[in-house]
């Protein structure tokens, strides 16, 4: 049937790929126009044309100015935008290019695409997934599904070729998957077992990929050329574009020699240097210490060691530097490192899988894929868990202030719902307006607003402290649905999240909040032990359990290290 393909697509900070299953529910790779497996994620904006891939990352040094990259870093934020000829640009016009240039090639080869799975970070808010769902129904999409990056990396394992070894071992198998992509550092402990995949707990950075493993070697070079020059080629957009492409190329070239050559240019001035894997690792001592801290850190707060990890599985381009993998073998001691899968192709092949997983029981499946494979992916399931901790914002009665009521915690089975009751704030309120929040990947910000449900036209004469009882549902694709109703008179709202771009102001931590629509949590509130799929309900607790984030730390090179060797000079 027309439309109808298992399509899965990994839309990068760095670079993207599309894939589709064929009859014998194998991933296959679409090539891009250029003949690449995968397509940089860079848009370059002409005044009358827009290029994606490989030509508009050439153009960038010639104009940097109309070029933009990353913008996935940047898709939870609604206040962000790239002005190029008067035009405000978005990071979902961005990825809606980039996905649209995949998909036209693609549907040259198995023709029309209305359907793909699409993969985030696990760490992605809310916002972000939405804004990614957007960006596919830009480019031309009529349905978009999303999965967890790590996640798909994981069926990409133990349902592909690469994982037939599993049937030989043990029923119950953990495996941590490490996904350490351009620009996010993905991290899941999944648990496998015959024809189930059930992740046990995520963590992460969405601000810690290769991209920031680039800028600390550039940040070297650009010193020790300013100290030798007393210029900064960082100062200029055209030799920065050039400095970050030599650098691209040369951590690529690390990976797999122990040196590489790197060209800097700038204001007449060229300097060739040599630099050692041992010179980046040094660079980059903090940032390892980043991984390794999330990684450990994943263990002891769930209470677990090395011992109940039976795989170390790695994935994502950035994994290939020689320093992160001797990381992950000096943490996992005995474990074995498993490289089997392909950084660059095995999180877009696990997302066809989930696709071909999500269609196995429709009746057009059959026009796509052979009974073998639909009898395969059919009886295989994933069970995913929340990033982040769900809760209400009340009003802290004492303070004023607002402050998270956790309901759902971080790392709880999906689909999964609770219920809690609270109060109305004064006699006589007319309204109530729940303000839903999730935690902070961050560690300057505890929580992140992301929608409200209101009740209003409340009758006169309640009580202060009347009980509303609320239901927060969170959905297998990670979507929420809150509801609540006064029980004194019946009055109910229920709502899928409202963006938070149609919310008024949301009081940030340390604000005094208004009374008027406020809600409290009462001392003898109920609460609902969370219901969730073929897991122990647990009851619920009021901490935040946020993703482990650590932020931002920059080496530095001291100005007498002797890090750089002159190869030629040309002045």
């Known amino acids: 049937m027309a439309g109808h ?53 050439r153009n960038s040094i010639r104009a940097p100015q109309r070029v933009i990259s990353a913008a996935k870093r940047y898709m939870g934020d609604p206040t962000k935008t790239w002005e190029i000829d008067g035009r405000q640009i978005t990071p979902v016009d961005v990825s809606a290019y980039i996905l649209e240039s995949l998909l036209k090639q693609a549907r040259q080869v198995i023709g029309e695409i209305e359907h793909a799975v699409i993969t985030v970070p696990a760490q992605f808010t809310d916002l972000s997934r939405s804004r990614t769902a957007e960006a596919g129904l830009k480019a031309g999409l009529k349905q978009v599904d999303i999965i967890n ?116 240019a700038h204001k007449g001035y060229r300097k060739t240097y040599l630099v050692e894997q041992g010179q980046f ?36 381009g950035a994994s290939r530097m020689p320093m992160v993998q001797q990381l992950l073998k000096k943490m996992a001691g005995y474990k074995t490192l498993n490289s089997t899968l392909s950084p660059d192709l095995s999180i877009a092949h696990g997302a066809t899988y989930f696709a071909g997983m999500l269609m196995s029981d429709q009746d057009f499946a059959r026009s796509v894929l052979n009974s073998q494979a639909i009898s395969k992916l059919s009886k295989f399931k994933q069970i995913d868990v929340n990033s982040r901790s769900l809760g209400i914002l009340v009003r802290n009665e004492t303070s004023g202030q607002r402050e998270p009521n956790w309901l759902i915690p971080a790392n709880t089975p999906l689909p999964a719902s609770c219920t809690q009751t609270y109060g109305t704030v004064i006699a006589n309120q007319s309204k109530v307006t729940l303000r839903l929040v999730e935690s902070g990947n961050a560690v300057d910000r505890d929580f992140v607003p992301v929608g409200e449900c209101e009740i209003s036209s409340l009758p006169p004469g309640l009580p202060e402290g009347s009980v509303i009882d609320v239901k927060l549902e969170y959905g297998a694709d990670a979507r929420v649905k809150v509801s609540a109703k ?63 984030s650590v932020k931002t730390q920059k080496s530095s090179l001291a100005d007498d290290d002797p890090f750089w060797k002159l190869i030629n000079e040309d002045q």
């Open 281 to 316: 690792e040094k660079l980059s001592a903090k940032l390892l210490e980043r991984i390794e801290s999330i990684t450990q850190g994943l263990l002891r707060d769930n209470k677990l060691g090395w011992a109940h990890v039976d795989v170390v599985l790695a994935t994502g």
């Open 486 to 548: 006064v029980r004194k008179t019946g009055h109910s709202a229920h709502t899928e999240v409202i963006r938070q771009e149609s919310i008024k102001k949301t009081a940030l931590p340390g604000e005094r909040a208004a009374q008027e629509e406020e809600i409290i949590l009462l001392e003898d509130a109920d609460v609902s032990e969370i219901q969730e799929p073929k897991a122990q309900a647990r009851v619920v607790n009021s901490t935040p359990q946020s993703g482990t």
């Open 149 to 264: 990056e790590p996640v798909a990396a994981a069926l990409c394992y133990v349902i592909g070729s690469e994982g037939m070894w599993f049937t030989e071992l043990a029923e119950d198998q953990r495996i941590l998957v490490v996904d350490l992509g351009g620009g996010t550092y993905d991290l899941s402990l999944v648990s496998y077992r015959k024809n189930e995949v059930r992740v046990i707990a995520s963590s992460g950075d969405l601000n810690l990929g290769g991209l920031d493993f680039n800028q600390v070697l550039l940040n070297g070079l650009a010193r020790q050329f300013q100290k030798e020059f007393g210029l900064d080629p960082r100062n200029d957009r055209e030799s920065l574009q050039a400095l970050a492409l030599e650098v691209e190329q040369t951590k690529r070239s690390l990976s797999v020699r122990p040196k590489a050559a790197l060209n800097v």
């Open 5 to 57: 393909h298992a399509v899965g697509i990994d839309l990068g900070t760095t670079y993207s790929t599309i894939a589709y299953l064929n009859e014998h529910g194998e991933p296959v790779t679409i090539p891009n126009v250029d003949g690449e497996m995968t397509t940089p994620s860079v848009v370059l904006f002409e005044k009358s044309k827009v290029i994606v891939g490989t030509e508009a990352l």
